[in-house]
């Protein structure tokens, strides 16, 4: 059998059929959000995240449930805890959100540990499994993309002026607090539900690669934003076939296709340094 046979195969299998459509729609809404998430300086937050998310299927887990449908109420709960300790906290945010995904992590781990029915999945968790999407996953990430692609439309102005000139869009009066309450909700549930796919040791690659190396080779605002949402897509359906043709690990093949991606913007960029998005 040779190699373009086998590849012609595995691409009329429902689960890799199911795999690509999550990877292309959940890449999408990675870059979507992560390219406000780099110039806003959230990528930390992602990371955080998504180490934090272990504690939410842990407990999924404990109780018998979906992990997918705990982590999205998990991801919320998390996002309006840390706004909250950011704001009443003298700390720096970076070793506030330290704190809370060290210590998730550790307890996470253990409560796994004791867990002889989920040892052999902790590698899954870890650095995900995208083969295993459902057509409930992908629903969710189809009404999450709809939903963000929708709010980001109708408020351009106001996240615009937000990204890029926080003192400038308050005195337009733009709804700081609360545009940047819901982004972060957003990215926490986009997180979540992407965690299914690259793992909670990869998540934050995921969201902060395809937004950088749209970055290097943008010459405006909304180039900066598409670029990086169909580099995430693409980022996402290369690495899955790349994991499903050699038999590898989803997640990390994803973020290794996202690292090629932004080779090959960063040997671009000083081809476009007159006209890059600053």
């Known amino acids: 059998m040779t190699e373009g046979s086998t590849l012609y195969e595995l691409l009329q299998l429902p689960f890799m059929q199911r795999a690509l459509l999550g990877g292309l729609l959940s890449g999408a809404l990675g870059g979507l959000l992560g390219s406000f998430a780099v110039l806003r300086q959230l990528s930390f937050f992602s990371d955080a995240l998504g180490?934090?998310?272990?504690?939410?299927?842990?407990?999924?887990?404990?109780?018998?449930?979906?992990?997918?449908?705990?982590?999205?109420?998990?991801?919320?709960?998390?996002?309006?805890?840390?706004?909250?300790?950011?704001?009443?906290?003298?700390?720096?945010?970076?070793?506030?959100?330290?704190?809370?995904?060290?210590?998730?992590?550790?307890?996470?781990?253990?409560?796994?540990?004791?867990?002889?029915?989920?040892?052999?999945?902790?590698?899954?968790?870890?650095?995900?499994?995208?083969?295993?999407?459902?057509?409930?996953?992908?629903?969710?990430?189809?009404?999450?993309?709809?939903?963000?692609?929708?709010?980001?439309?109708?408020?351009?102005?106001?996240?615009?002026?937000l990204t890029l000139d926080e003192p400038l869009a308050l005195s337009r009066g733009v709804a700081v607090s609360l545009h940047r309450l819901l982004f972060l909700v957003l990215l926490a549930v986009v997180v979540a539900i992407s965690i299914k796919a690259v793992g909670v040791l990869l998540i934050s690659a995921f969201v902060v690669i395809p937004a950088s190396a749209s970055r290097l080779v943008s010459h405006s605002f909304g180039s900066y934003v598409a670029l990086a949402a169909g580099l995430g897509a693409t980022c996402a359906v290369l690495g899955l076939l790349l994991s499903g043709g050699f038999a590898l690990p989803s997640g990390p093949c994803v973020v290794i296709a996202q690292l090629l991606g932004f080779l090959i913007a960063l040997a671009l960029a000083p081809l476009r340094s007159r006209t890059a998005f600053p």
Do not use: E, K
């Open 51 to 161: 180490h934090s998310a272990l504690l939410g299927i842990t407990l999924g887990i404990l109780l018998g449930i979906d992990p997918t449908l705990v982590l999205i109420p998990f991801a919320v709960l998390f996002a309006l805890l840390t706004n909250q300790l950011v704001r009443r906290s003298r700390l720096p945010a970076d070793a506030l959100l330290n704190i809370v995904y060290s210590s998730s992590l550790a307890i996470a781990v253990v409560a796994l540990s004791v867990l002889p029915v989920y040892r052999g999945g902790i590698q899954q968790l870890l650095f995900g499994d995208i083969l295993g999407v459902t057509w409930i996953d992908l629903a969710l990430i189809t009404v999450l993309l709809l939903v963000t692609a929708g709010y980001l439309a109708l408020t351009r102005r106001d996240q615009v002026l």
